[in-house]
């Protein structure tokens, strides 16, 4: 599923939004996720909600009526049972909670990183509570 030069790739799409700023539907944990899978296997799994959200609020009526009902159930959907993080490798899917709310993460190695309001946040893997392997 991922092409030759995936981990190049990863590193390159984490770089080139390292300093970004958290925007709904253009730069939010779903985006990011997205576009890092697509960077890594050039498959665009997200396309369905594109456009289609500006707000959290829009959002969350995004994954209800276009997803699964919720983060969690849509990713799950997408991409099979989860797996434990522990066992997630560079470039797969994380669930994590971030300020109080579910957010979707790329791991990197020992951290998953996703977008923050002032650039990409970084967690210890360890804090993630869903994974899936890309």
């Known amino acids: 599923m991922r092409r030759d030069d995936w981990p190049e790739r990863l590193v390159e799409y984490v770089g080139q939004h390292e300093a970004a700023s958290f925007s709904w ?3 939010d ?5 997205a576009g890092a899978v697509e960077a890594m296997t050039g498959i665009r799994w997200m396309e369905e909600f594109t456009g289609r959200y500006e707000t959290e609020e829009q959002a969350v009526s995004a994954l209800r009526n276009i997803g699964a009902g919720d983060l969690y159930r849509t ?3 997408k991409f099979g049972k989860p797996m ?14 971030m300020d109080g709310a579910p957010s979707l993460l790329i791991c ?8 923050g309001v002032g650039g990409l946040v970084r967690l210890p893997v360890s804090d ?5 392997r890309i």
Not at 108 to 115: L, T, Y
Not at 128 to 132: H, I, S
């Open 29 to 33: 944990c779903c985006t990011f996720a």
């Open 75 to 77: 990713i799950r959907n």
């Open 108 to 115: 990197v190695g020992r951290e998953a990183v996703g977008p």
């Open 128 to 132: 993630c509570k869903f994974a899936w």
């Open 84 to 97: 434990k993080p522990a066992a997630a490798q560079r470039g797969d899917l994380m669930l994590a909670r």
């Open 25 to 27: 539907g253009k730069h």
